[in-house]
């Protein structure tokens, strides 16, 4: 299986991550996406990628916009010239904890859609309360031939089959697919199935059930699987068949 969003090279790995990656391994997660939330996050996650033979993307998370360079792709050139990279995210609109103006985060997710542009890369988004908004900039800067996935999707069935049928997105299913009160996530699911998602964890963050309260590490994928595999009627299989197949892809 492919974890297509973690964040092994955050600080909270620190003690362990060696041996975070072989638990993984050992868990049939095979391949690890950690993905770069600032300039600085970023290049830890490309230097941790290259590491431990892992893949990385690189870019401005909403939450950090408000600190993001004038010149953006000036700024991430250099590591876009590694091969660990793979995608340019995480990247989008965050109105939920607000933590830069919303000019701000505007003018910085244009910004990375024209880098990702330029660059033929694909996109990992984030959106949290802010879906009028975020599709209305797509509309206008995500051109066609464009890839990307929305990560931790939480939406309706609605909002999935505008973001997979509108935009061509894949959305990522983590964690939260495994909470009891994600009804409506699992309705979205159904609603867009198999080929339009792909697997993550977002960890440290978001542990599933059975884990919940403990760190979120790669090497609990395969709970968020065997949740896809019960909503969707297929079996962990076919569903790690399938969404490995689109995570690839799009990622390459």
């Known amino acids: 299986m492919i974890d297509t969003h973690c964040h092994v090279h955050d600080a909270k790995f620190d003690g362990d991550r060696e041996r975070t990656i072989e638990r993984a391994a050992a868990a049939g997660v095979s391949r690890l996406l950690t993905v770069g939330c600032d300039l600085a996050d970023s290049a830890r996650a490309v230097a941790i990628a290259k590491r431990f033979a892992l893949s990385a993307s690189a870019g401005i998370h909403p939450h950090e916009a408000k600190d ?11 590591l876009l010239e590694q091969s660990a990279v793979v995608a340019i995210g995480e990247i989008g609109l965050d109105y939920f904890y607000d933590h830069s103006p919303h000019d701000a985060q505007h003018r910085v997710l244009r910004a990375q859609l024209q880098l990702a542009r330029d660059r033929r890369l694909p996109v990992i988004f984030h959106q949290r309360d802010a879906f009028d908004d975020f599709c209305a900039i797509l509309r206008e800067d995500f051109a066609p031939g464009m890839r990307g996935v929305v990560h931790c999707f939480t939406g309706n069935a609605e909002q999935a089959r505008v973001l997979t049928g509108e935009f ?3 959305l990522g299913i983590g964690g939260v697919i495994t909470f009891g009160n994600a009804t409506a996530l699992r309705e979205a699911v ?6 339009s998602i792909v697997l993550e964890t977002d960890c440290p963050y978001l542990a599933p059930v059975p884990m919940r309260g403990k760190r979120n590490e790669p090497s609990f994928l395969p709970y968020v699987a065997a949740k896809v595999s019960d909503v969707l009627e297929a ?3 076919q569903i790690a068949s399938a969404t490995d197949r689109n995570a690839t892809a799009l990622f390459g």
Request: charged share 15%; net charge negative.
């Open 190 to 195: 159904r609603a867009v199935g198999i080929d």
């Open 68 to 78: 993001a360079p004038a010149d953006v792709a000036a700024a991430f050139a250099p």
């Open 168 to 170: 061509g997105l894949l």
């Open 235 to 237: 079996t962990v299989a």
